[in-house]
């Protein structure tokens, strides 16, 4: 099981039914400000425009064909699996959805939304429902990044002294794994060698687990998303289970691309930031892989003191951006 983040023991001790979001020191004391990414548990709505076109759509008038809607889709969810209709699935998700984004920004738990829309964290349910709210294809678009950007990425790497031995074991065990066991290591192995470049965590937002644990052992995180990895590493990982607010919402995954496609569709599905261990990782990846670059806000918590565990200052990871994209223009 992982280190715990800093702010874990908050979350582990906040109620079920209040999600997380920014802290409340995003909160201006003196002015009432809020940043963009905005404190969760509030009885008003949030607004949250960081990256996101599609955020809080006016709700229907006819709200009582919407949930006849509603219903329908619970009704079938209790059917065979085999059975279901997926168009036509998808079609009512699209109809529903400024009801789905109502429950979700008025603050409402997993568990709650899973009850009224038991197909909302479905795979490809949860893909599509990102792109009705940030306008891109999630996952596909970080296939195509790590396969045009991975390559390039580590011979980048490979030219920093501070971190390129790591990124060549990193490289090694990943093509041992792959050659192994047919896992494709690489994506994880790129991930790895980033957060080590930025110092930040490996065990957040991914953690391992027995092949053998249960569903509650792999639910036994803060509220925040985790990709949890089946296996003795990440990288020879087989299996993904994505947890949220302690709930397993998507399980028997066998990409990790999948994953951290749907652990990134979690987050801004739910406005929460990302995990202070990893937030710069993931910033870079959402920057860089999935090309969402906003020019105001973040969903990483930077006012946290620089003496915290793995807190990045913004210019790290500007540099690194900008090293990133001087490389690929170089060398491309």
Not at 110 to 137: A, E
């Amino acid at each position: 099981m992982c280190q715990a983040a800093p702010n874990r023991n908050d979350n582990l001790n906040r109620p079920m039914g209040v999600k997380m979001g920014v802290k409340t020191s995003d909160i201006g004391e003196k002015t009432g400000k809020r940043n963009e990414v905005q404190a969760v548990g509030e009885t008003s709505k949030k607004k949250d425009l960081y990256g996101c076109i599609n955020f809080s759509p006016s709700l229907s008038t006819d709200a009582e064909s919407l949930e006849e809607i509603r219903v329908d889709m619970c009704r079938k969810h209790n059917q065979n699996p085999k059975n279901h209709d997926w168009d036509t699935i998808e079609t009512q998700l699209r109809e529903t959805y400024s009801l789905q984004r109502d429950n979700i920004n008025e603050g409402e738990c997993v568990r709650d939304l899973l009850s009224k829309w038991p197909f909302l964290f479905t795979g490809r349910c949860l893909f599509l429902l990102f792109k009705l709210l940030v306008g891109l294809d999630i996952r596909n678009t970080i296939c195509e990044a790590f396969s045009k950007k991975a390559h390039r990425l580590n011979k980048f790497l490979k030219t920093e002294s501070g971190i390129c031995k790591e990124t060549d074991e990193l490289i090694r065990e990943a093509k041992v794994q792959t050659a192994k066991d047919s896992v494709i290591a690489w994506p994880p192995a790129n991930i790895l060698a980033i957060m080590k470049y930025l110092s930040e965590k490996e065990e957040e937002p991914c953690f391992t687990v027995d092949d053998t644990s249960t569903r509650s052992e792999a639910a036994d995180t803060d509220s925040l998303p985790w990709i949890v990895c089946s296996g003795k590493s990440v990288l020879e990982a087989k299996k993904f289970r994505i947890v949220v607010d302690r709930v397993v919402v998507l399980s028997d995954l066998t990409s990790f691309i999948t994953s951290l496609s749907a652990l990134f569709a979690l987050f801004y599905i739910r406005n929460i930031q990302y995990q202070h261990g990893a937030s710069a990782t993931l910033e870079f990846i959402q920057r860089c892989f999935v090309g969402i670059n906003p020019d105001k806000g973040s969903k990483s918590d930077r006012k946290r003191k620089s003496s915290c565990a793995g807190s990045v200052n913004a210019k790290v990871l500007l540099r690194l951006i900008n090293q990133m994209a001087n490389f690929e223009w170089t060398t491309c």
